[in-house]
C-alpha cells in the first residue's frame, strides 16, 4: 500500500456478495481517502447498496474484505459504527415518534447522554431546516423532509464518515441544492462521504472521485472531470432526427459516435471545427452542440437497456 | 469467518428504552384493554354464571366460580401482551417500518435489538399484569401480600411467551401466518389450562397435555398466589418450568431472527 491506513476512511479489496447464487457485487476494490467525497454510482441493481450494506457491517461479506478507519468490518463492526453515519435508501424513519424523537432516541442507541443528544437535535434540525417540524409526526412530513430527517439521523453521532445511500432521490431541485449545499460544508469540516445517486450532474458536481459499476463490476474509477474528457470529450454533437447523409459521414470519418435510431450523439473530444461541418452539411436546425456530461460518460459505459 | 460473532450485551436496554418511549404515548388507549377486559370478565361470569356454577373445589378450598377465575385473567394477559408484541408488532417494526434495518447500522447487534424486543414485551406483561391485579382487587378477589409476587411472575411469564413469539416472527412468511400459532397453541392453552376449570376434570391424556405447556404452570402459580395458598414446591416447579422453556425458546428466538435479518 503506498499510502498508511489513516489517510483511508474504507477500504475494499475483492469485495464479493452472493445472494443464493447471484452475483450482487463481483470482486470490488477500492479505498475512500480521509477527507474526501467518493461516487459509488450504478444502474438499479448494480450492487451499490449491497456494497454498502457491508460497509457498516449489516450484511456479511461473500468474499474479500473491507475495513473502515483501519480496522476489519467483520470483528471491529462496533467500534466502526460508532464513528459511522449511514444514510438509508428507504426512509427508515421510526414512524412512532415525532421528528425530533427520532433523533435523540437514534442517539440513544449510540449511548449518547440524553442532554447532549438534545443540543445535538437541535443543531440537526437547524442544519437542515426542519427547526419548525421538531415536534411533527413522522407521517406529517413530506417526502423531502423525511429524507433531510433521515440524513440529520445519519450524524446524530457526529460521524468522521457518512456513507449516503441515494440520499437526494425524491428530493425537488430546491431541496437537492440545499443538501449539496450541506454536504459541502460537512466536507469542509474534514467529513469524508461515500454517496451513491442516480443524478450524474449531482455527482459531477460533488464527487472528488467516483466509480461506475454495473453487474456487482467496477467498469471505471476517476476524477469526474477525467472520465468526462477521457470517454466522450467537452463537444458532443446532438443530432435528432438523424439523415442518412449524417451517418455515413460518421462511419466515414471514424467518429466515436451513438447511434439512438431517432437519435445520434456524436463525441467530437475537442475539435469544435467538426461540430461546424456536421452542422453545416448535415442539419441545420435539429442539431446541438453541448458539452460532454457524466450522464454520456454512464450511459456510454452501461449501455441504454433497463435493468430489472 | 466473514460474519461478526453472536453479541449480546447490556446495550438491549437501548432497544427497550426505544419501546419505552413510544409506549408511553400509546398507553392511553393501550391500557384500555387490561382494565376493561377483567371488568367484562367478572361481569359475565361473576353475574352470568352465579346460578349455573355456584362453586369450585380447589386444592382444599371451596372458592366462588368468579374467584377460581380471576387469577386466570392476570395470567392469559401475561401470555397475550408478551406474545402479540413479540408477533404482531415486532413484525410491524421489522417489516413494515424497517425500525431494525436503521438499527443495525448503530453500534448494536441483532441478538441485542431482539433482546430488547423480548424484554419489552416481558414489560407489557408486567404492566398488563399489575392493571388486571388492581381491577381484580377493587373486586375484592385477590388475597395480599403473597399476590405482590405475581408481578415478578409476569415478567418471567413475560420472557417465555415473548421468546416463543419472536420464534415465530423469525419464521413466518408474512404477518397474516401468526393467525396459526394464535388458533392452534395460544387459543387452546387459553381454554384447557386449568384457566376457566380446573385440570383434574379433565381425561388422563388430557391432563398430561396440559402439564406440559406453559400457561397451565403460570396459571397454577399465579392462582396460588392470588389465593394466598401457593406453597415453595408450587413456585419451584412454575417457575422452574418458565426457566427452562425460556432458556429453550430466547435461543432459537435469537437464532431464527439473526437468519431472518443477515442478508
Ligand atoms: N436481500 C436480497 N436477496 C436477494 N437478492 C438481493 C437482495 N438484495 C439485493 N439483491 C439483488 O442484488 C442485486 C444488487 O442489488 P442492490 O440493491 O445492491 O442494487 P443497487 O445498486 O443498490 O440498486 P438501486 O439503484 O436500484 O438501489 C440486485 O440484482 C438485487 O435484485
Ligand atoms: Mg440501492
Redesign the interface.
Known sequence: MSSNADDCVLEARHLRKLYGKAVAVDDVTFRVERGELFGLLGPNGAGKTSTIRMAYGSSPLSGGSLRVFGRDIVTDWRAIRMRLGVCHQDNNLDTEMSVRENLEVFAGFFGIPRAVARERADKLLTFFELEHRGESEVHELSGGMMRRLVLARAMVNEPEFLILDEPTTGLDPQSRHQVWERLGRLKQDGVSILLTTHYMEEAARLCDRLIIVDQGRILVEGRPRDLVAQYVGNQVVESSPVCPELRDFVKQRGLEHEDLGHRMLIYCKDDESLFREIARRYCQDNCILRMGTLEDVFLKLTGRDLRE | ????AW?LTW?CL??W??DW??NR??WKVGFLVPLLEPIFYVAAFGVGFRLLIPEVHYEGLTVSYVKFMAPSLVATSIMYNAFFENTYSSFVRMYY???Y?????????IEEVILGEILWGATKSVMAAIIVLAVLSVAGLIHYPSALAVIPLAFLGGLAFGSAGMVFTGIVKNIDTFNLPIFLFLTPMFLFSGTFFPTDTLPHWAQMAAQAVPLTHLVHLTRGLCFGIAGWRDVAVAVGYLLVFTALCLPLALAAMRRRL??
Open positions: 469467518m466473514n460474519r461478526p453479541a446495550r437501548r432497544v428504552r426505544r418511549l413510544v404515548q400509546s417500518q424497517k425500525t434495518d436503521a438499527i443495525m447500522a448503530t453500534p448494536l447487534s443477515t442478508r
